[in-house]
């Protein structure tokens, strides 16, 4: 007989039945696991334990629990000493290697790609909770944006922002011009057809392919369906975003990068969320 595990409840739903009251004025109210890592105090999983061990203190009382809420402004000391949670938006372009998964664990033991982007990160980005702003499947290269703060994440993965996204695709076969065609106009899967999508040949064996939503396995699932599985794969671009540094590396997007290359505005942000 198979054991049933109990289901683990969501962090957001924990922090939502801790909160009590309306929203604060001019300011959401966060819980303090998550606010620690937006702020770049410590990632969420280590303020977590933090909180538990009795090192975080919130206006000047022991906190023991994660997921309280915490308001703006109040007084937060880890380890007795004052830690602010006004929190810098950092968005960051990273190059992913073929190989790793985009999970939190991998049962592969290959390695994830937050494991590989705290290798390369300096000491003072090492303390944010960096948040993989969509997935790519762990052969799949290219651009995997991270951000800071899980509304930009929100924003991008989100079925109404049909943000673009670039694809470089080897296939088996030489795509016809019927192939195409069908790419561009939208291919019936099992979960309903594809919005139209960009797509042309670079070389013979070669696709660019441009979507705007972001299925499961979509890239793959769409070229099997014309009858040219794909060999390789590889985003370039996401928005206005083109992928500009070599494989395993990363750079911060400036301020301008993000509200024009994705379009992403914290005010127009949408509001509390998981
Ligand atoms: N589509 C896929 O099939 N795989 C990816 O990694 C991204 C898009």
Partial sequence: MRTVRPKKTPRWLEAARLRKGPMPPGGRADWLA????RA??????????AIRDGRVEVGGQVAREPFAPVLPGVEVRVDGQARSLEAPLHVL???????AIVAGTDPEGVGTVFELLREVLPEELRGFEWYAVGRLDRDTTGLLLFSNDERVLQYATSPETHLPKRYVVQVSGRPSKAALWRLREGVVLEDGPTRPAGARLRALDQVELVLTEGRHHQVKRMLAAVGYPVRTLHREAVGS???????????LLSEAEVA???GFKL????GEGG
């Fill in 267 to 270: 005010a127009a942000a949408p």
């Fill in 34 to 37: 998550r606010a620690l890592g």
């Fill in 40 to 49: 770049g105090v410590m990632p969420r999983a280590e303020a977590e334990q």
């Fill in 93 to 99: 372009m990273f190059h992913k290697p073929a190989g």
């Fill in 241 to 251: 975003l083109v992928l500009d540094v070599p494989t395993g590396h990363w750079r």
């Fill in 260 to 262: 024009e290359g994705l």
